[in-house]
Structure formats: C-alpha cells, structure tokens
C-alpha cells in the first residue's frame, strides 16, 4: 500500500517551500522601494494598466479582495497611488498611479534580471516550461474538485 501522506511525495509542498523562497529572495530587491511582494505584483499590474478599477486589478493579479484592500491602502499611504470614485458609477473604484509610482518603475526596472540571475541554473526554456505547467495546475485547481476513485 502507498503512503500518500508522505510529506516528500506532496506536490503541494513543493509550492509552499518555493513561495517561501521567492518571497526571501525578492525581500532585498524590493527594500530599496519598501514594498512587499504583492505590493510589488500590484505596482507591475498597474505600470502596465494604469487607471484600472479594482476588480480589474484583482482579476489580472490573482489576488483575493480582502488582501488587495490592504495594498492598496498601504500603496495609497506611501504614495505609490490613489483611489478614486469612477465618474460613471460611484460605487466603482479606479486605481491610478501617482508621479511618484510612475518613476518608481524605472527604480524597479533591474528586479526581473537580478532574480533571474539567481536562478541562474534554470535555463530560459526551462523557464518558460515552468510558467506554462504553473498556468495549467492553476487552471486545474480553480476547477471544481474532484472526488477520488474508491478502491
């Protein structure tokens, strides 16, 4: 009989271990800016998409609500943006970069590179492979769940 409860065989593991070491890694190259990592994921949404409402922002960065409220207010107090009513329905919110979130962009601009050099033992294709069966597992989790075969 197989063991699945075997912490070495947990796909999941792997994931939680990697988010840990992502976040360690990305801690220096973000200080210079002070902001964490989903602060920093928020700012590249919106050096992309500037003046985007916030369901928009939550939709294209995979962040929950809740945690996307907290962000933004703590991207509002350092300065990075503003939130603002829409002109067309009240109940909408727009974020907008503020001048100072637009030239943090050119500060930030060396942060994909100094961590790619550290993974430097991935090559780009790997890389890119790595993305490709990333996407498809989130995919596949934000399915219903399935029930397991019984034996």
Not at 79 to 91: L, N, P, Q, Y
Request: glycine fraction near 4%; hydrophobic fraction near 35%; charged fraction near 25%.
């Amino acid at each position: 009989m197989k063991d699945s409860l075997t912490l070495n065989k947990q796909l999941c593991h792997r994931f939680y271990t990697v988010s840990n070491a992502f976040s360690r890694a990305y801690r220096p190259l973000l200080k210079d800016l002070d902001i964490t990592y989903p602060q920093y994921v928020v700012l590249m949404s919106l050096w992309e998409n500037e003046g985007i409402t916030i369901s928009d922002l939550a939709g294209h960065t995979k962040i929950d609500s809740g945690a996307m409220s907290l962000i933004l207010k703590k991207l509002e107090s350092k300065g990075f943006i503003t939130v603002s009513r829409a002109t067309s329905d009240k109940r909408i919110r727009i974020v907008s970069l503020t001048a100072y979130g637009r030239s943090c962009r050119a500060r930030a601009q060396t942060i994909p590179e100094q961590m790619r050099c550290n993974l430097s033992n991935i090559s780009d294709q790997e890389a890119s492979t790595l993305i490709e069966l990333i996407d498809k597992l989130s995919n596949e989790l934000n399915a219903p769940l399935c029930e397991p075969e019984q034996s």
